[in-house]
């Protein structure tokens, strides 16, 4: 089964700093790999996707994230953080050839201080 | 462009009373459907989920069901609540072939 660590509960800094994420996976066969956001009592928003390709994908509000298979992670950046970017950040994957069923890490809290 | 409705966004239900909860998905055919629900403290647990009108499959044995009577529409329902079914419920779709789940924005569940 699939399976998403998130070894940080929350990640603080500093507005105008680089943001990092950190997700590691596990998986068995090729990975598909998800990030999203979560606002205050909203619903997730999907911010970018691996499923293929390169290694570095682009997504929403300026995020992106490096697909590395060697070291199976897959951490979100930002390379300045705004306080706008404080919510809570959720890394998940799915099994390419599988039921499409996400495994969800379980959030990283992240808090942009002004 | 597709959107998910999903209603009611809060409810306060005594114990022991029923429960029903709405999504729906417009702007697409056949999607798969899902029912998460989120704990305080943030973790995602998936509940049930639907490749097809009338199939439904179920991810943790409890005391709620879903249904699925149209094929865009996926309900979430509870003849008697627990005080342990309170949390935030969020219904979600894909696209029938896709790979990116899309998620409504969310039922807040407090049983009382």
């Known amino acids: 089964a699939q399976s998403v660590a998130q070894p940080e509960d929350q990640v603080n800094v500093a507005e105008g700093n680089p943001l990092t994420v950190k997700c590691t996976y596990s998986?068995?066969?090729?990975?598909?790999l998800f990030w999203y956001v979560q606002y205050p009592n909203r619903g997730l928003q999907f911010l970018l996707k691996y499923i293929t390709g390169d290694n570095l994908v682009k997504g929403s509000y300026g995020f992106e994230a490096e697909f590395n298979k060697s070291q199976t992670s897959f951490h979100l950046k930002k390379p300045s953080a705004l306080v706008s970017d404080s919510a809570l950040y959720f890394c998940a994957v799915s099994r390419l050839y599988g039921n499409n069923r996400l495994a969800f890490g379980k959030g990283n809290q992240v808090v942009v201080i002004p | 462009s597709q959107t998910i409705h999903q209603w009611p966004a809060t409810l306060v239900q005594p114990v022991g009373s029923p429960l029903s909860l709405e999504c729906t998905v417009e702007g697409t055919s056949n999607p798969n459907l899902y029912w998460y629900r989120q704990a305080a403290g943030r973790g995602l647990q998936l509940l049930f989920y639907?490749?097809?009108?009338?199939?439904i499959s179920s991810e943790v044995p409890q005391n709620l069901s879903a249904s699925r009577p149209q094929d865009r529409q996926f309900i979430l329902s509870s003849k008697k609540l627990l005080l342990s079914d309170s949390g935030f419920y969020l219904c979600?779709?894909?696209?029938?072939?896709?790979?990116?789940?899309?998620f409504g924005e969310g039922s807040w569940l407090t049983v009382v």
């Open positions: 639907s490749v097809v009108i009338g199939q």
């Open positions: 979600a779709w894909m696209t029938g072939g896709g790979n990116t789940i899309y």
């Open positions: 998986v068995s066969g090729n990975p598909y």
